[in-house]
C-alpha cells in the first residue's frame, strides 16, 4: 500500500518542515501534501522548502484554490518545483468555498490553461473532490483526485467503477494526538469535525455519507466517540488503530491514503509523533 501524508501549515510550523519532510523521506512515504490553510501559510513555498530538504519523496499542494490562481503565473510557479526537483512537484487544485457546477468548470478550466501555459512535460494534477460530480471532473480532467473527512463506506460508493490508467485516488485520514492526553485529543477531534460541518459542501457530504446525525451529537468532553465518527477519524490511535484504519481506506479502493495528523504539543513531542506515524510506511533500504 502507498502511503501520503498531509502536513498543516497550522499545526506543524514552516520551521519544522525541512525536519519533517526529511524525516517522512528516509521513512518511505510516497508523497506529502500541503493543504493551503488561508492567511497563514503558502502551499506552493511550502512545497519548495520540502523538495530542498528530501532526495525521493512528491510533495504537492493539497490543495490551493482555483479562484484565486493565475494560469501563466502557476505554470512558472509548477515549473521551477518541478525542474529543480527532479519532477517530484505535483499540483493539487480545488474548489474553495465555491459551489455548484460553476466551482466545478473553474477547476476543470484552470487545469486546463495551466497545462496550456506549461506545456509538454506538466506536473500531475489532482482536484479535490467531495462528491462524484467533482471526482467525475477528475476522471476526466485530471491525473487523480484527493477526498478528503470520508469515511471508507462512501468512498467507496462514489469512486467510479472503471478509471484510467494511472489514476490515483488519495484519501485524507484525519488522526488528532495530544502530549495532554485523550480527553485534549478527542476535543480537537470533535472541534474540528463540527467545524468543517458547518461548511455547506461538507455537511452536504457528511448527510449523503449518513454523518449528519452523529456529528451533530457530538460533545466536546465527550468520553466515548460514536461509531460512524471512528470509522473515518481517530484521537490518540495505536499504531494498530491506525492500520486498520488505513487498511479500509484501501480496501474502498483508495490508492494513497493520506495520514492527516493534528499534533498539539511541543516541538519534541510533534517531531516523536511523526517519527511514530511514519513506521506506517514501508522502508526504503
Not at 470520508?150 to 485516488?169: A, D, K, M, N, Q
Not at 495528523?261 to 506515524?277: D, I, K, M
Request: charged letters at 25%.
Amino acid at each position: 500500500m502507498r502511503l501520503g501524508f498531509a502536513l498543516r501549515s497550522t499545526v506543524f510550523h514552516p520551521s519544522l518542515i525541512p525536519e519533517a519532510a526529511a524525516l517522512l523521506d528516509r521513512a518511505g512515504v510516497d508523497e506529502v501534501w500541503f493543504p493551503d490553510v488561508g492567511g497563514s501559510f503558502d502551499a506552493l513555498d511550502l512545497c519548495a522548502v520540502a523538495l530542498g530538504a528530501t532526495r525521493r519523496a512528491r510533495f504537492g499542494t493539497g490543495v490551493i484554490r482555483a479562484g484565486e490562481q493565475d494560469a501563466a503565473r502557476l505554470a512558472v510557479r509548477a515549473r521551477t518545483l518541478a525542474e529543480s526537483s527532479g519532477g517530484r512537484f505535483v499540483l493539487g487544485l480545488g474548489a474553495g468555498s465555491a459551489r455548484g457546477p460553476s466551482a466545478v468548470k473553474a477547476v476543470a478550466d484552470l487545469a486546463a490553461d495551466f497545462r496550456r501555459a506549461y506545456g509538454t512535460g506538466h506536473p500531475p494534477v489532482f482536484f479535490a473532490a467531495l462528491r462524484e460530480a467533482m471526482l467525475r471532473e477528475a476522471v476526466l480532467g485530471a491525473d487523480g483526485a484527493i477526498l478528503n473527512f470520508c469515511p471508507p463506506s462512501y468512498v467507496s460508493r462514489i469512486l467510479p467503477g472503471e478509471r484510467p490508467r494511472g489514476f490515483t485516488v488519495a484519501c485524507y485520514v484525519k488522526v488528532f494526538f495530544s502530549e495532554r492526553g485523550d480527553a485534549d485529543a478527542r476535543r480537537a477531534l470533535v472541534e474540528e469535525v463540527s467545524s468543517y460541518d458547518r461548511y455547506p459542501g461538507y455537511h452536504a457530504m457528511f448527510k449523503e455519507a449518513g454523518l449528519a446525525g452523529p456529528i451533530a451529537l457530538l460533545e466536546p468532553g465527550a468520553r466515548d466517540l460514536p461509531d460512524p465518527i471512528l470509522e473515518f477519524v481517530r484521537a490518540n490511535p495505536s499504531q494498530r488503530e491506525l492500520e486498520d484504519l488505513l487498511e479500509a481506506f484501501s480496501r474502498a479502493g483508495v490508492d494513497v491514503p493520506v495520514v492527516y495528523p493534528y499534533v498539539s504539543g511541543g516541538r519534541a513531542y510533534q517531531v516523536g509523533v511523526l517519527e511514530r506515524l511514519s513506521g506506517l510506511a514501508a522502508p526504503t533500504g
